[in-house]
C-alpha cells in the first residue's frame, strides 16, 4: 500500500480536496486502484450535526455515514463508493480509544496523546486503506490519499501530524510521500508572486517532523520558473517537485494541469509505483473532452434555487454539482439563482419589498426551479410559494426531500382545499398532517438517527416520467438522509385529485416519487439524487430539469434517453411568461416583477388588448404603460434608501 499525504498551509479553503482528487484520477487513469480518506480536526463524531453556514453541506455516503463534503469529491472524481470511516475525526478517534481503556485494552496504562493517540490514527489509516471503494469487493486499493483538514499550525491538528510524522517511518519512504498546497499571494498593488508565506509554512511543517516531498503553490494567475526555483530553493525539494496551480475555468482542468507537469512520472520514481498504463489512458481522454466542452458551453440555462441556506454556496455543494454535470451533458451553461426561501413569503412585503419583488423576479426569470433538502420552520412557506408559482405556471420545478415534502402540503392546501395542511415538524398539533415523522428516526438524538444511507425505491407507474429518465428501471438505489414522510393517510386523496406517487420503498409504506401529470416537468424525490450524479454520467432527476427547462425534455425522451447534436436545438423552446400569466400572478398578490414579452410575440400580442397601456395597482404597486412594476413610497422603502441600499433593477420607488 502506498500513501499520499496532502497538507495545507497559509490558509484553509485553498483546494486541498479538489488536488487530493485529482492525484487520484490520474492515477485511476494509469491503472492503479485507489482510495481517499480525509482528517477532519474537530471534536464533532461526524459532520451530521453541523450547521450548513458553519461547515458547508453533509455529505452522505451509501452505509449511511454523515461525513464532509470533501468526500463528495473524492466520490465525483474517482468514480468509487466510500465509507464513514474513510471520514476521520477527532471525536471518532478519542471515541476509539476511551471505549477501549474503559473495556481494559490498555492494561491500566495511562492513557496519552502519544503514543495511544496517535497509534489509534495510523491503525484507522492503515484498516480503512484496504477497503475495497470499486464494484469489485475483492480488489484492494493500491494507492490511499489522505487529505488533512485545516492548515498546518492548527492546534486541534497536532496529533495528526505527529502520527504521520511516525507513520512515514512505519510504512517506509518508498510507500510515504507528503504533498504540501501552500498560497502563493499575487498582489495586484506589486503584480509579483510572493513566496514567503509558502516559506514559513513549510518550514512549520518540517519544524513538526515532516518535510513536504511535493509542493503545490496555487495562486491567481500562472507563476514562473523563477518563482519555482526560488520555492525549491528555499523549501528543500528539486524544481521539477514544486507544481503550480493557477485559477482555472473549472475544477477539470485541475488533473489535466498535474498531468502536464510530469505529475504521473514523479508519484511512478517517488512511490516506486508498477503502472499497468505507463501513460492515462482513454478515460483521462474523457476528462480532456469534459473540460474542453465546459469551456465552449455558450447557451446558458438560469436555474432558481430556492433554500433556506443561500449565503453559502456550500450548503449546496452536491446539488450544485449535479446541476452542473446535467447541464454540461445537455450543451448548456449553468446560472444558478439563488433565493433565500423567506424572501418569498407574504410577510417580507411588509418588512422589504424591495427584497421580496427582487426574489420574486429572480423566480420568475429563472428556466427552471429546484427546492432542495432542509430543516426547521424559516423559509417553508416560502418553498411552498415556489411549489405553488411552479405547479400553476408550468414552470420545471424538482423538490428534493424537503422539497417534495412541501409540495405535497401546497397541493393540498389549494387543490384538496385542506387549508390547515402542514408538517408535524413546524406544527405538531396540525388538524391536517401531511408530513408526519418516522417514530424509529425520532428517538430523541440528534446525531446519525435519521433514515440514511441508499435505500430501495420502487416505481409502481410504467409510464412514470422519472422511471423512463432512469432507463426504464423498475427499481432504483439512491441515497437517503430524512426524517420525516408523507403521511400514508393522504396519498389515495391526492392521488384522485391529480398528485400521482409513482415511486415508494421497499415495504411500500413510504412515498419517495410525486409527479404531475401533464406538466412540462414536476417532479418530487424524498432521497438524495445529488450524492449519486457523476461528471460523466448526471443524475436523471437533474438531467430532467434541466432539459425541461431548455425545452429538450421531450426530444429527449422519444429518442429513447439519448442526447445528440441533433436532438438539441440552439433555441430554447422554454417560452417566457406571458403578460397574461404575469399580470394574473400580481393580481393574486403573489409576484411582481418587470414585464417582458420580447421572446413571445404572438401571446403577449393576443393579451396586449387587456393589460397593454394599463395600470394595475394594489398594495402600492402599478405597471406603468411601459411594462415596468412601480412601488409607491412607504416606510420600508424610506428606510432601505437612508440605509443606503439601492433599489433593485426595473423596481423605482416612488
Given at each position: 500500500m502506498k500513501y499520499i499525504l496532502v497538507t495545507g498551509g497559509v490558509i484553509s479553503g485553498i483546494g486541498k480536496g479538489v488536488i487530493a482528487s485529482s492525484f487520484g484520477t490520474i492515477l485511476k487513469c494509469c491503472g492503479i486502484s485507489v482510495t481517499s480518506i480525509k482528517i477532519d480536526p474537530y471534536i464533532n463524531i461526524d459532520a451530521g450535526t453541523f450547521s450548513p453556514y458553519e461547515h458547508g453541506e453533509v455529505y452522505v455516503l451509501d452505509d449511511g455515514g454523515e461525513v464532509d463534503l470533501d468526500l463528495g469529491n473524492y466520490e465525483r472524481f474517482l468514480d468509487?463508493?466510500?465509507?464513514?470511516?474513510?471520514?476521520?475525526?477527532?471525536?471518532?478517534?478519542?471515541l476509539d480509544v476511551i471505549r477501549k481503556e474503559r473495556v481494559g485494552d490498555y492494561l491500566g496504562k495511562t492513557v496519552q496523546v502519544v503514543p495511544h493517540i496517535t497509534d489509534a490514527i495510523q491503525e484507522w489509516v492503515e484498516r480503512v486503506a484496504n477497503q475495497p471503494v470499486n464494484k469489485k469487493e475483492d480488489e484492494k486499493p493500491e494507492v490511499c490519499i489522505i487529505e488533512l483538514g485545516g492548515t498546518i499550525g492548527d492546534i486541534e491538528g497536532m496529533p495528526f501530524v505527529e502520527a504521520f510524522r511516525q507513520f512515514q517511518f512505519r510504512v517506509g519512504r518508498e510507500n510515504f510521500c507528503c504533498a504540501h498546497v501552500s498560497l502563493v499571494p499575487q498582489p495586484r498593488s506589486t503584480g509579483e508572486s510572493k513566496t514567503k508565506p509558502t516559506q514559513s509554512s513549510v518550514r512549520e511543517l518540517r519544524g513538526l517532523g515532516l518535510s513536504p516531498d511535493l509542493i503545490i503553490c496555487r495562486s491567481e494567475l500562472p507563476i514562473g520558473n523563477d518563482v519555482k526555483d526560488k520555492i525549491s530553493n528555499f523549501c528543500h525539494v528539486r524544481p521539477e517537485e514544486v507544481i503550480c496551480i493557477h485559477d482555472l475555468t473549472s475544477i477539470y482542468h485541475v488533473p489535466i494541469l498535474l498531468e502536464s507537469q510530469g505529475i504521473v512520472e514523479y508519484f511512478k520514481e517517488r512511490l516506486q509505483l508498477d503502472l499497468p498504463l505507463p501513460r492515462p489512458n482513454r478515460f483521462m481522454q474523457k476528462w480532456y473532452?469534459?473540460?474542453?466542452?465546459?469551456?465552449?458551453?455558450?447557451?446558458?440555462?438560469?436555474?432558481?434555487?430556492?433554500?433556506?441556506?443561500?449565503?453559502?454556496?456550500?450548503?449546496?455543494?452536491?446539488?450544485?454539482?449535479?446541476?452542473?454535470?446535467?447541464?454540461?451533458?445537455?450543451?448548456?451553461?449553468?446560472?444558478?439563482?439563488y433565493i433565500s426561501a423567506s424572501d418569498l413569503e407574504t410577510e417580507m412585503k411588509l418588512q422589504n419589498p424591495v427584497l421580496y419583488h427582487e426574489a420574486w423576479q429572480k423566480l420568475c426569470k429563472s428556466n427552471g426551479v429546484i427546492v432542495p433538502g432542509g430543516f426547521g420552520s424559516r423559509g417553508m412557506e416560502g418553498k411552498i410559494e415556489a411549489c405553488q408559482w411552479c405547479r400553476e405556471m408550468n414552470k420545471p420545478f424538482l423538490g428534493i426531500c424537503l422539497g417534495l415534502q412541501a409540495a405535497v402540503i401546497e397541493y393540498a392546501r389549494n387543490v384538496l382545499k385542506l387549508q390547515n395542511a402542514n408538517t408535524t415538524e413546524i406544527d405538531p398539533s396540525t388538524k391536517d398532517p401531511l408530513v408526519i415523522d418516522m417514530p424509529e428516526h425520532h428517538t430523541g438524538t440528534l446525531g446519525g438517527t435519521m433514515r440514511l444511507g441508499k435505500r430501495t425505491t420502487i416505481f409502481k407507474d410504467k409510464d412514470s416520467l422519472l422511471r423512463k429518465l432512469y432507463g426504464g428501471k423498475d427499481e432504483i438505489e439512491e441515497r437517503h438522509r430524512h426524517r420525516y414522510e408523507v403521511n400514508p393517510d393522504y396519498v389515495q386523496q391526492l392521488e384522485e385529485n391529480g398528485l400521482k406517487f409513482v415511486g415508494h420503498d421497499s415495504e411500500k409504506v413510504r412515498m419517495e416519487v410525486i409527479e404531475l401529470p401533464d406538466h412540462p416537468y414536476y417532479v418530487g424525490v424524498q432521497y438524495h439524487p445529488e450524492y449519486l450524479s457523476r461528471p460523466l454520467n448526471p443524475s436523471p432527476p437533474f438531467l430532467g430539469l434541466i432539459l425541461a427547462s431548455v425545452g429538450q425534455l421531450g426530444n429527449y425522451i422519444s429518442h429513447g434517453c439519448r442526447l445528440s447534436p441533433k436532438n438539441l436545438s440552439d433555441e430554447s423552446e422554454d417560452e417566457e411568461l406571458t403578460v397574461k400569466s404575469l399580470s394574473a400572478k400580481i393580481l393574486q398578490g403573489k409576484s411582481h416583477y418587470e414585464l417582458n414579452n420580447t421572446s413571445d410575440k404572438a401571446d403577449s400580442s393576443s393579451a396586449s388588448s387587456d393589460v397593454e397601456n394599463s395600470i394595475v395597482q394594489m398594495n402600492g404597486i402599478k405597471i406603468n404603460e411601459n411594462g415596468v412594476l412601480e412601488i409607491s413610497k412607504n416606510d420600508d422603502c424610506e428606510n432601505k434608501e437612508q440605509d443606503g441600499s439601492k433599489n433593485i433593477e426595473n423596481i423605482n420607488c416612488k
Open positions: 468509487v463508493t466510500l465509507h464513514s470511516e474513510n471520514n476521520i475525526t477527532t471525536g471518532k478517534i478519542y473532452d469534459l473540460a474542453k466542452r465546459v469551456d465552449q458551453l455558450r447557451k446558458e440555462v438560469n436555474i432558481a434555487l430556492v433554500g433556506k441556506y443561500t449565503k453559502l454556496e456550500d450548503a449546496y455543494t452536491s446539488v450544485i454539482k449535479a446541476l452542473q454535470h446535467a447541464s454540461i451533458l445537455a450543451g448548456y451553461r449553468l446560472k444558478v439563482n
